[in-house]
């Protein structure tokens, strides 16, 4: 069984920084795609950033682009998300994602098979 074990976030200041781990026990597929999603309150879970292949090819919503970096370390099966420049748009419940049915993209959350527990993260003006 694949399980997905969130850690980091926390709360933070205006500019501040934090990263996000995501361990990925039991799956041989993971490096072929991982995400992070976030929801913010009142709104609907959205992809913010992508790694996939054997490349560590990248994308990002244009929301986090220059200011957030997905990471995948293969000898920890850690997926990572480094967060600069937070500002208080960025507080949500962030989560790590893998093994999509389907695709590999940030457009839609249901394709994902394996989901993280979900972290807070709070950033204060």
């Known amino acids: 069984q694949v399980q997905v074990v969130q850690s980091g976030g926390g709360s933070v200041q205006a500019g501040g920084t934090l990263r996000l781990s995501c361990l990925i026990l039991r799956s041989h597929d993971y490096w072929k795609c991982a995400a992070w999603f976030r929801q913010r309150p009142g709104e609907a879970r959205e992809g913010i950033a992508v790694?996939?292949?054997?490349?560590?090819?990248?994308n990002y919503h244009d929301s986090v682009k220059g200011r957030f970096t997905i990471s995948r370390d293969d000898s920890k099966n850690t997926v990572y998300l480094q967060m600069n420049s937070l500002n208080p748009e960025d507080t949500a419940v962030y989560s790590c994602?893998?093994?999509?049915?389907?695709?590999?993209?940030?457009?839609?959350?249901?394709?994902?098979?394996?989901w993280g527990q979900g972290t807070q993260v709070t950033v204060s003006s």
């Open positions: 790694i996939s292949g054997p490349w560590h090819t990248t």
């Open positions: 994602a893998t093994e999509p049915s389907t695709g590999c993209g940030l457009g839609a959350s249901d394709p994902y098979r394996h």
